[in-house]
């Protein structure tokens, strides 16, 4: 089994940049796709950004691009979420999510591990 552990959510205002963390346990990481995902109070989890395998590959939902960027270091076994120029409306809890394959789509079903969340909270 994969655990995830995510860090660096809290409180900041609308415009300024969050960077978030996730550690993932077990020798397997490096051969995982990575993704983040969104869930915001009333509304349904919602794909944010992917990073395949060896980062060669990212994937960003039309909401974030521009503004966030997805990247991970295999020797520390971490994945990053750099979001900048927030807006109130990121406000949500942020999941970080591994997939048992080196690429992995924008939906949910195909990642396999998840972390616990944590929140982001954009003031205006």
């Known amino acids: 089994q994969v655990q995830l552990v995510e860090s660096g959510g809290g409180l900041v205002q609308a415009g300024g940049s969050l960077r978030l963390s996730c550690a993932a346990s077990?020798?397997?990481?490096?051969?995982?796709?990575m993704g983040w995902f969104r869930q915001a109070p009333g509304k349904e989890r919602e794909f944010v950004a992917s990073?395949?395998?060896?980062?060669?590959?990212?994937y960003y939902a039309d909401s974030v691009k521009g503004r966030f960027t997805i990247s991970r270091d295999n020797a520390k076994n971490t994945v990053y979420l750099q979001m900048n120029s927030l807006k109130p409306e990121d406000t949500a809890v942020y999941y970080c999510?591994?997939?048992?394959?080196?690429?992995?789509?924008?939906?949910?079903?195909?990642?396999?591990?998840w972390g616990q969340g944590t929140q982001v909270t954009v003031s205006s």
């Open positions: 999510a591994a997939a048992r394959a080196p690429y992995a789509s924008g939906y949910r079903y195909g990642y396999d591990y």
């Open positions: 990073i395949s395998w060896n980062a060669g590959s990212t």
């Open positions: 077990g020798r397997t990481f490096s051969g995982y796709a």
